[in-house]
Every structure is written in C-alpha cells, then in structure tokens.
C-alpha cells in the first residue's frame, strides 16, 4: 500500500484543490495574507498525512497524523474567517468546511488504528 492509497490523503488533496480554488476568486485572491494561511494550512493536511505514513516509527506516525488533524482544524478555523468577511465566497467556504471535518475524521481514523498496532521490534 502506498499513502496515495489512503482514503484520508486522497480526501486531502481533494481539500487542498477546493482551497486553491476558493482563494484564486475575487475578491480572496487580494487577501494574500489569509490566502497564503489557509493554503499552506490545507497542505500540511495533505503532505502531513503522506509523511506520516512513510515514518516507521509507531510514534513518528502518529505525530504527523496528529499534526495533520490539527491542521484540518486551523483549515476550518479559516473558512469561518472567510464566511465571516467574503460573503460572494460564504457558500464554497461551508462547503469546503464540511469537507475538512471529514478528512479530520478520517484522519482520526488513521491515529485510532496506528494506535491498535502492537508495538514494534
């Protein structure tokens, strides 16, 4: 299995496109400083998952998994900024809300099971 594979990073990226997507429109894609944020923060979602997955380490897994959760949640923490102040871009951000609460979850899913893991030798 590679981390392409993983529901959680596939969902991941699909949140990082919508993200792009949603910062590349008007008026947004003045608002470099919370365009730049939001990105970086729904990438380390993506690229968290990706090298957490890599790590050998039951520990080092689950610190970039935790890493990556916590970033789904910096990410939903900014679409409320965005729903607050871009009223043209209100919906798209709900929508891309409820998409980051759903990678989170699987994410979660990811700790849950690396954390059932027997340890290792």
Not at 12 to 17: D, F, I
Not at 59 to 74: D, H, M
Request: hydrophobic share 35%; charged share 30%; aromatic share 8%.
């Amino acid at each position: 299995m590679r981390f392409e594979d993983l529901n959680a990073w596939l969902e991941a990226r699909e949140l990082v496109r919508g993200v792009y997507s949603l910062t590349k429109e008007e008026p947004l894609d003045r608002d470099f400083g919370l365009s730049g944020q939001i990105q970086r923060a729904a990438v380390s979602v993506m690229t968290n998952i990706a090298e957490g997955f890599e790590r050998t380490g039951k520990a080092e897994k689950l610190n970039f998994y935790n890493i990556a959760r916590a970033s789904c949640g910096e990410t939903r923490s900014l679409l409320y900024v965005i729903e607050d102040n871009y009223p043209h871009q209100q919906k798209e951000a709900a929508k891309l809300r409820i998409q980051a609460e759903a990678v989170g979850r699987l994410v979660t899913g990811l700790i849950t099971s690396t954390r059932r893991r027997p340890p290792t030798q």
